[in-house]
């Protein structure tokens, strides 16, 4: 069975909620533009407004700032301060930390490198990191899990199994471990044992929304279209800002094989909400925006997004944003082929 997915984006459990976060992987800064991007190099660490701690971030988040005062950083994606004590400029994250596992080489010291080097898109050196990590205390489960998704985003389904049943088996029962061992599992063409994953996590959590959104995915590439709406209608409802959700079910009312199922009017609200939350500047949110509106016969608009989202988008990407575009253009909605689906 191929894999439906779109951009149904993954979630890793133990390194926060990205969204606030630039990522470090963005296209390089012009040669003349400084680089605001710091990473947080402690656990756990406070943003505030006032005497008002407004979120917290974990170590290991890419953060950006617009303006200092004193020893402050303003955060502007999520409104808040960041003392400067907590974070490193992005481009000396792995020195600091460096200096961390020479100075005091532990089990914690390989684990938190492992995760900036995650946060630098260095997976294989994070997945060398997690490993010595582990060695030296085989109790280290988080960094287990860190090291399964570090082996997911590579596409190493196996390991990535094996290191999240792992945690499992290690008594750990955070909703977020079956998420992420789900996924592995449905990029293995395991689709049912990862629903049975996204259930097991609701039932530790229901509102665990992850849990609803990647099971909606995964009802998607199953061809269960009726259930898959309900998972992502059921996530959004839980978290209305859950761009991820916004942006995987309006992918659905756009395109979807069933005609049934679509709704141009509904596809570009949610994923007009899914870009704003991710600034315009997601490759894959634009797609989705794009394609809803050619279903709602706005070709015009459809092709100025479709044109910034193969901008943004990576080599991979861009070839089959360009095939839709060409359709945009001929006055075409995009429809999902029913073979890329389980009907």
């Not at 149904?8 to 605001?36: H, I, K, W």
């Not at 094989?257 to 709704?263: F, I, M, T």
Request: charged share 25%; hydrophobic share 40%.
């Amino acid at each position: 069975m191929k894999r439906a997915t779109h951009y149904l984006v993954a979630c890793n459990f133990f390194l926060g909620t990205m969204a606030l976060f630039a990522s470090a992987e963005d296209a390089p800064q012009p040669p003349d533009a400084p680089d605001n991007r710091v990473m947080v190099i402690q656990w756990d660490v406070e943003l505030k407004s006032g005497q008002t701690v407004v979120t917290r971030v974990p170590l290991g988040a890419v953060l950006e700032f617009s303006e200092t005062n004193g020893p402050w950083k303003w955060i502007a994606a999520a409104k808040g301060w960041i003392n400067e004590s907590h974070v490193v400029p992005i481009g000396k994250a792995i020195q600091h930390f460096d200096a961390r596992v020479k100075n005091e080489p532990s089990s914690q010291t390989f684990h938190e490198r492992g995760i900036a080097r995650v946060a630098l898109g260095q997976h294989e050196a994070a997945i060398e990191d997690f490993s010595e990590a582990i060695e030296r205390e085989d109790s280290n489960l988080a960094a287990v899990n860190d090291r399964g998704n570090a082996h997911r985003h590579l596409g190493n389904a196996d390991p990535a199994i094996s290191d999240f049943s792992r945690v499992i088996d290690g008594d750990v029962k955070h909703p977020g471990v079956f998420v992420n061992r789900g996924l592995a599992r449905q990029m293995k063409g395991m689709v049912v044992k990862a629903i049975d994953d996204f259930n097991a996590a609701i039932q530790i959590d229901p509102k665990f929304a992850p849990a609803w959104e990647a099971g909606g995915s995964a009802r998607y590439e199953s061809g269960d279209f009726t259930k898959a709406y309900q998972n992502y209608r059921k996530a959004i409802e839980i978290d209305p800002n859950f761009a991820r959700a916004l942006n995987n079910l309006a992918w659905m009312l756009a395109v979807c094989p069933d005609e049934h199922y679509l709704d141009g009017a509904e596809a570009v609200r949610l994923a007009t909400k899914a870009c704003q939350l991710a600034e315009f500047q997601d490759a894959g949110f634009l797609d989705t925006l794009a394609a809803a509106h050619a279903e709602n016969g706005q070709f015009e608009q459809a092709v100025i997004r479709a044109k910034e989202a193969i901008e943004k988008a990576d080599d991979k990407r861009k070839s089959d944003i360009r095939e839709r575009l060409q359709g945009y253009e001929a006055g075409k909605p995009y429809r999902q082929p029913s073979a890329n689906v389980g009907v």
